[in-house]
C-alpha cells in the first residue's frame, strides 16, 4: 500500500514535490480508508489537470523509480528530462523516494540520481512519524570521483554468512548507475528477507497501467479464474454495451491460421510442444489470440461477444468491438485485483479512449464497494469524474503550472468545501 511518494528535478517538477494516501479528518465514506499496522490510508485518488499540468508526469514518475528497482537498468528520463526550465537542472540531484506498507511493514525507499551516478540509496523501516526509522542500508557515492560507500544494519553484518555479501557487492557487483534494492531478489539468507519483501512491492504490488498498455493473457484469466468472469461479465452487461454474454472460443491452430500460413502454425506448435506451460499471445491491432498446448494439441484462444438483435443473436470478436469497449474490457483486470488484493494501481489518462459515464460507473463502482483491498490513483482532465459522491476531498488532487512552469499538487481538502458542492462547476 502506497503512503507517500516525492519526486524533485524530474519532467515538470522542480522543487521536492510529495503526494500521499493519508486521510484527512473527514467521517464521509469510512470504508475508503484502510488500516495498515496502525497507519490510516486512503483507498482511491484523482489527480485532476489540465493538458499540460504535469498530472500524468506523477504517475510516470513512480512508475519510472518501480522499473528502475525492477530491472536495475537506469532510465534514460532520470538523464535527459529533468526539469527543462533550469538550465542548470541536468548537473542537479534527481530524487525519487517512496514511503509504503508490504505485508503490514512500513518501509521508506529513496534514491539520489546525478548525471547518471546513483549519489545516494537508501531503505529503511518507516517508524511513519511514530516511531524512528531504521536503516536497513545506505549507500552513497559522488558523481565526479568514485567514493563508493555501503553500509548494511547491524543484522546483516552479524550474521557470518550474510555479512560477506555487502563486501562482495561494493567491490565486484554493483555498478554505479544499478540500485542495491535490485540486487536483493536473489539473497537466500532469511536475514534478508525484509530487504526483498521491499523488492517485491516495486515488482509486485505496484503497477502501472500507461494509456497505450493492453493486459496480457485476458482470455485465459477469463477461463480459468471464475470470480474474474463473473466480475467481467456483470460490468459488461450493465454498463450499456449491449453485450450479452462473454465467451471463449477453443480453435485448432491449423483451423485458425488455414492453408496460407502452415508454417506460422508449425513455428507456434513446435515452440509450444519444447515448453508445454508456456502461454504464446499473436497480438493483432485490436485483439490478442492466445495459443496453448491442450491434450498435446496446440489450440488458439479467442474472446468473443453476443449481442441481442432482432433476429436473434450475434456474435463478436474483440476486434469488432467498439475502442470503448476493448478500454473497458483492459481495465478489468486492474480494477479487480485492486479490490481483491493490496496492490496499488496507476492509471494514467483513465478517460482515454473511454465514454467518461463508463469510466465513471466503473470508478463509482469500485468506490462503493465497501470490501476492496487495494488502492487506485489515476490521472483525469475530465471533470465529469470529480463527484463527491464517488469522492472524499481528501481523495482529489489538482495539478497546475507555477509561474516558473513547474508542477504544484494539492488536495482538495486542503480548502474547506462542503461535500455538496459541485466541483465541476466550481459553485
Known amino acids: 500500500m502506497l503512503i507517500r511518494f516525492l519526486v524533485k528535478n524530474l519532467f515538470s517538477f522542480k522543487e521536492l514535490t510529495e503526494f500521499n494516501m493519508l486521510p484527512g479528518r473527514f467521517n464521509r465514506m469510512p470504508y475508503h480508508v ?26 510516470k514518475a513512480l ?29 542537479k540531484d534527481v530524487y525519487l523516494g517512496v514511503e509504503f506498507i508490504k505485508d503490514e511493514v512500513p518501509f521508506y525507499y529513496g534514491i539520489t540520481v546525478n548525471q547518471g551516478i546513483i549519489v545516494e540509496e537508501e531503505l529503511q523501516f518507516s517508524g511513519v512519524g511514530k516511531k524512528e526509522d531504521y536503516i536497513l542500508f545506505t549507500r552513497t557515492d559522488k558523481p565526479d570521483d568514485k567514493e563508493l560507500q555501503l553500509t548494511f544494519c547491524k543484522e546483516v553484518m552479524e550474521d557470518k554468512e550474510a555479512s560477506v555479501f555487502p563486501f562482495f557487492l561494493k567491490n565486484e557487483i554493483l555498478e554505479r548507475n544499478k540500485p542495491v534494492l535490485f540486487h536483493m531478489a536473489s539473497r537466500k539468507n532469511k536475514v534478508f528477507d525484509n530487504f526483498k519483501k521491499a523488492l517485491q512491492w516495486f515488482t509486485h504490488d505496484l503497477v502501472p497501467v500507461m494509456p497505450n498498455a493492453r493486459p496480457t493473457g485476458l482470455t485465459i484469466h477469463l477461463e480459468e479464474d471464475a470470480g474474474f468472469y463473473q466480475f467481467a461479465s456483470q460490468v459488461m452487461q450493465s454498463f450499456n454495451t449491449g453485450i450479452k454474454s462473454i465467451n471463449v472460443d477453443t480453435i485448432p491452430i491449423e483451423d485458425f491460421f488455414g492453408e496460407d500460413d502452415k508454417q506460422q502454425a508449425e513455428r507456434i506448435t513446435a515452440e509450444l510442444k519444447a515448453n508445454p ?18 491434450q498435446n494439441k496446440v489450440v488458439a484462444k479467442r474472446l468473443y461477444f453476443l449481442h441481442d438483435t432482432d433476429g436473434g443473436e450475434a456474435k463478436f470478436t474483440a476486434a469488432e468491438e467498439s475502442d470503448g469497449t476493448r478500454r473497458l474490457l483492459d481495465y478489468l483486470p486492474a480494477f479487480y485485483a485492486a479490490i481483491k488484493s493490496k496492490r496499488v494501481y496507476l ?39 470529480l463527484d463527491q459522491d464517488i469522492f472524499r476531498p481528501d481523495e482529489i488532487w489538482f495539478a497546475e503550472k507555477n509561474k516558473e512552469g513547474a508542477t504544484e499538487i494539492y488536495a482538495l481538502s486542503e480548502f474547506k468545501e462542503h461535500h455538496t458542492i459541485d466541483i465541476r462547476k466550481a459553485t
Do not use: C, W
Request: no cysteine; hydrophobic share 40%; aromatic share 8%.
Open 347 to 385: 492509471v494514467d489518462e483513465i478517460e482515454r479512449s473511454i465514454h467518461p459515464l463508463l469510466i465513471k460507473e466503473l470508478i463509482n463502482k469500485f468506490s462503493h464497494d465497501e470490501k476492496t483491498h487495494g488502492q487506485l490513483i489515476f490521472s483525469t482532465h475530465e471533470s465529469n469524474l
Open 63 to 91: 512508475a519510472l523509480l518501480g522499473q528502475f528497482v525492477e530491472t536495475g537498468n537506469l532510465p534514460i528520463e532520470l538523464l535527459i528530462e529533468t526539469f527543462k526550465f533550469d538550465k542548470e537542472s541536468r548537473k
Open 277 to 294: 506451460d508456456k502461454i504464446r499471445p499473436f497480438l493483432t491491432a485490436h485483439e490478442e489470440i492466445l495459443f496453448v498446448l491442450r
Open 34 to 59: 484502510y488500516e495498515a499496522d496502525g497507519i490510516s490510508l486512503l483507498k482511491l485518488n484523482a489527480m485532476y489537470g489540465a493538458n499540460g499540468a504535469g498530472k500524468s508526469n506523477l504517475i
